[in-house]
């Protein structure tokens, strides 16, 4: 099952990153003694995780059924509230292949839990609204 996870606290360390075309990957984040490795920032958010190295900051961080950890929203220092969400397309274009494989192949439904993930991911941007946050296209 996947879930939202809250990690409130100073964030001390970033580890090795690779930047990729949408997203940037750390190799470890350490938030007080919470330690997250693995970690994926889309490239919109990561400057706020950069702003936010030594200091307080809370990450909302999702783990997909099928994917590392990915963050989908910052809280800095000053109580601003930044989050970024896969959105429609991605969504639509899964459920696109999702029927074209189980048409062609039987194989669509295995694309059942990325799709379920990709729908909770854009229901959390309701959440991150209410509590005033920041919506950054990507």
Not at 57 to 75: C, D, G, Q
Not at 106 to 113: D, Q
């Amino acid at each position: 099952m996947t879930q939202l996870q809250q990690v409130t606290g100073q964030l001390r360390r970033l580890g090795n990153s690779t930047i990729e075309q949408n997203s940037c990957t750390y190799s470890m984040m350490q938030v007080d003694d919470t330690i997250l490795s693995g970690v994926v920032v889309p490239n919109v958010l990561d400057v706020f995780v950069q702003e936010s190295h030594m200091r307080n900051t809370t990450l909302y961080v999702f783990r997909p059924s099928a994917n590392k950890a990915l963050v989908l929203a910052v809280r800095n220092a000053s109580g601003k509230l930044y989050y970024s969400l896969p959105g429609a397309q991605p969504l639509a274009a899964l459920i696109v292949f999702a029927l074209l494989g189980c048409l062609a192949f039987g194989a669509g439904l295995l694309l059942l839990p990325l799709i379920f993930d990709v729908m909770r991911m854009n229901g959390l941007g309701r959440r991150f609204a209410a509590d005033g946050g920041i919506e950054i296209a990507g």
